[in-house]
C-alpha cells in the first residue's frame, strides 16, 4: 500500500516562497502520475499540478502557472512543489496524491492521498 507523507508546510509572506515535499512508501512510486491538491476553508480540493512517472511531463492549473513547479526524484520516491511568488490566495492545506496510473486532473482518478500540510500565506 502507497503511504504519503506530506512536509514543508508553514506560514510566508505573500511575494515568498515555499519548498513542499512528499515522501512514498512503496515501491511503486515511480510508475504512478503523482500530484498536489489544495483545499482552502470554505472551498472545495482543487487540482495544482501533476507530474508524469516516465518523463517527467508537467501541467499546472491556470492559477499556479508561472510560480509553482513540481518534480519529482523517483530515486528517492519523494514529490516536490516548489512554490514561488506566493499570494494570499495560495493559502490552503496542500495533499500530495498518487493516480491508479492514468493521466488526471480528476480527484477521482487518485486513490492515495497524503495527511495534507498547512500553507498560510499572509498580506
Known amino acids: 500500500q502507497v503511504q504519503l507523507v506530506e512536509s514543508g508546510g508553514g506560514l510566508v509572506q505573500a511575494g515568498g516562497s515555499l519548498r513542499l515535499s512528499c515522501a512514498a512508501s512503496?515501491?511503486?512510486?515511480?510508475?504512478?502520475?503523482m500530484a498536489w491538491f489544495r483545499q482552502a476553508p470554505g472551498k472545495e480540493r482543487e487540482f495544482v499540478a501533476r507530474?508524469?512517472?516516465?518523463?517527467?511531463?508537467?501541467d499546472y492549473a491556470d492559477s499556479v502557472k508561472g510560480r509553482f513547479a513540481i518534480s519529482r526524484d523517483n530515486a528517492k520516491n519523494t514529490l516536490y512543489l516548489q512554490m514561488n511568488k506566493m499570494k494570499v490566495e495560495d493559502t490552503a492545506v496542500y495533499y500530495c496524491?498518487?493516480?491508479?496510473?492514468?493521466?488526471?486532473?480528476?480527484?477521482?482518478?487518485?486513490?492515495?492521498w497524503g495527511q495534507g500540510t498547512q500553507v498560510t500565506v499572509s498580506s
Open positions: 496524491a498518487a493516480d491508479r496510473g492514468g493521466w488526471s486532473r480528476s480527484l477521482a482518478a487518485y486513490d492515495y
Open positions: 512503496e515501491r511503486t512510486f515511480s510508475r504512478r502520475t
Open positions: 507530474i508524469s512517472w516516465s518523463i517527467g511531463s508537467t
